[in-house]
């Protein structure tokens, strides 16, 4: 097995499991973002560049930033950002973030290497365009049914927030 799997699995795996661990929700939505970051690099191992921009910008960047405005909306105008800051697993997960940034970057380096080494990729590799073809011309019920559905949701969780209608 390859050293990157391993460390990016584990990665996975403890930040998983801090996720579910954590007591507040603020550093758990942390632990789900090093979640995120560490799949996309286990992608990015793969040779699937495009499925680890995907994991990036709509987990990691759309799904989270979402779940960390409900929690900040949540907090208790009483709560100071101070105390939850100065929690030591802040520290952790910091530091269990620049790991993954820099598994990241190693990951990229060494993938880019590695498919420019190689003779010729299959066709159409990895190309954003022909996923958008296919995905519009094939799957375009699918699409709807999931832009419907976030539709509804983001309804609900305004619905949800507000205290007066």
Not at 13 to 21: C, I, K, Y
Not at 98 to 114: H, Y
Not at 135 to 151: A, D, I, R
Request: proline share 4%; hydrophobic share 60%; net charge neutral.
């Amino acid at each position: 097995m390859d050293l990157y799997f391993w460390v990016f699995a584990s990665m996975s795996v403890l930040a998983g499991l801090f996720t579910v661990a954590a007591k507040d929700a603020l550093p758990s939505a942390m632990g789900l973002l090093t979640v995120f970051i560490a799949l996309a690099s286990l992608y990015l191992h793969l040779h699937a560049p495009l499925i680890a921009i995907f994991q990036v910008a709509i987990y990691a960047g759309a799904i989270l930033i979402l779940v960390v405005f409900v929690i900040m909306l949540l907090m208790t105008p009483g709560e100071r950002m101070g105390v939850i800051q100065a929690n030591a697993s802040y520290r952790g997960l910091g530091v269990l973030l620049g790991l993954c940034l820099i598994g990241l970057i190693a990951v990229g380096t060494k993938g880019v290497s590695d498919i420019v080494s190689m003779k010729a990729p299959p066709e159409g590799f990895g190309n954003p365009s022909i996923f958008g073809d296919l995905f519009f011309s094939n799957f375009l019920l699918h699409f709807e049914v999931v832009s419907v559905l976030l539709l509804v949701a983001l309804i609900g969780g305004i619905y949800l927030c507000k205290k007066r209608l």
